[in-house]
């Protein structure tokens, strides 16, 4: 599972050119779901993003969670952080969970952040069509590979 995360003032996300979806102060997660990736893994991510401390305290260090600040967080699913650039000019995502299980981890991973005490969680529609608009805050953009990291 990758999550690129990029702290925000503010960002709003339309789907399918009608629905819009808004949060102020917080995080927006783009999530990808590769194949073998785990409801363990899902569970993991929630509890990491939501406690990631990336928030300005009084001393402008960065030493408070989502949490901390009574944050929003956009959640996006996105598959092309599946990318593979290895060859050529396309990129192959065949590392990408097929869309039936991924969408049930997406679901499942919104439901472990809303256990995490977020104030207010938006989402986006897997599979829709999407255009997020966001203020990076910093910019602050982090990115969580499980893989990578073992988890």
């Given at each position: 599972?990758k999550a690129v995360?990029?702290?925000?003032?503010?960002?709003?996300?339309?789907i399918n050119?009608?629905v819009?979806?808004?949060?102020?102060k917080?995080?927006?997660?783009?999530l990808?779901?590769?194949?073998?990736?785990t409801t363990?893994q899902?569970?993991f991510?929630?509890k990491k993003?939501?406690?990631l401390?990336i928030f300005?305290?009084?001393?402008?260090?960065q030493n408070?969670s989502?949490q901390?600040?009574?944050g929003d967080?956009l959640?996006v699913?996105?598959?092309?952080?599946?990318?593979?650039?290895?060859?050529g000019r396309?990129?192959s995502?065949?590392?990408?969970e097929n869309?039936q299980a991924?969408?049930?981890?997406?679901?499942?991973f919104?439901d472990?952040?809303?256990?995490?005490?977020i104030?207010?969680v938006?989402?986006?529609?897997f599979?829709a069509?999407?255009?997020v608009?966001?203020?990076?805050?910093g910019?602050?953009t982090?990115?969580?590979d499980?893989q990578?990291i073992?988890?």
């Amino acid at each position: 599972m990758k999550a690129v995360i990029q702290r925000v003032s503010k960002a709003d996300i339309t789907i399918n050119g009608d629905v819009n979806r808004k949060i102020d102060k917080g995080v927006v997660v783009l999530l990808g779901i590769m194949q073998g990736d785990t409801t363990a893994q899902a569970e993991f991510l929630a509890k990491k993003i939501a406690e990631l401390r990336i928030f300005s305290d009084e001393n402008d260090k960065q030493n408070l969670s989502l949490q901390d600040i009574n944050g929003d967080m956009l959640i996006v699913s996105n598959f092309t952080l599946s990318a593979d650039c290895k060859k050529g000019r396309r990129p192959s995502y065949d590392k990408a969970e097929n869309p039936q299980a991924a969408m049930s981890l997406y679901e499942y991973f919104i439901d472990e952040v809303k256990k995490q005490n977020i104030n207010n969680v938006q989402t986006g529609e897997f599979g829709a069509d999407m255009q997020v608009a966001l203020v990076n805050d910093g910019p602050i953009t982090i990115v969580i590979d499980t893989q990578a990291i073992g988890k």
